[in-house]
Structures are given as C-alpha cells and as structure tokens.
C-alpha cells in the first residue's frame, strides 16, 4: 500500500509505462480519504465551505486546494494512462470517460480488469 502511494508520487509526470491494479487502486482510495479528510478539517477552522470566501486568507486557502488538487489531478492522469497500458489500451481511451453514466461505468470496469502482456511493458517500480 506504501510502496504503491509513492510510486503514485514518484511517477507524477509519467504518461508511458504499465500500472498494475494495486498501483492504480491504493493511491485512489488514499487520495480520496485524505481529500475528505482535509475538506473536513478546512472547513472546521474556517467555520464556513471551502468555496465561500470572505477574506484574503479564505482566498488564499482556496487557492492552494486548487493548487493541490490540479497537482494530484495530473498525477491521477498519468496513473490512469498507465494503468490503461497495463490492459494493453491506449491512453486516449480515458476519453471513453466523456460519455455520460455508461463511460464512467466503462472506465472503471477497464480499471478493474487484470494485467496482460503489452507493448507498454516498462514497469514502473
């Protein structure tokens, strides 16, 4: 679980390459839970929403969850075009994710299936 998180961190730029499920599913649930959990803790000291701004410092706390969450974001990108790799598909099929209900449904099955030889072979470790 460690090792995968930083080498979700380590590859933050890297689009080529192969993922496996365990690189792909730790860093998501991970990022997810210290997500909520910083929202929470945010929105505690403020005393009001993250997006509510009142003053320079709740604008200046707002831009760098931004900030934050367009760095992760990226690193999301990459870990999901390798992971596509993984499953021997291109990484443009991540644009499989603009059809409405059924793409994401899709995306995440191809997220789930397992691992076969491909031509994106370099593993990322």
Partial sequence: MIESYKRFWHNIFNFSGTSNRADYWWPIVINYVLGMLLMYVLEKMLGHPINDI???????VNFV??????????????????RLHDTDRSGWWILITLIPIIGQIWFIILMLLPGKPNRFEQRMF
């Fill in 54 to 60: 009142y003053t320079w410092g709740d604008w200046t």
């Fill in 65 to 82: 969850v931004l900030v934050i969450g367009f760095v992760v974001w990226i690193a999301t990108l990459s870990l999901q075009f390798r």
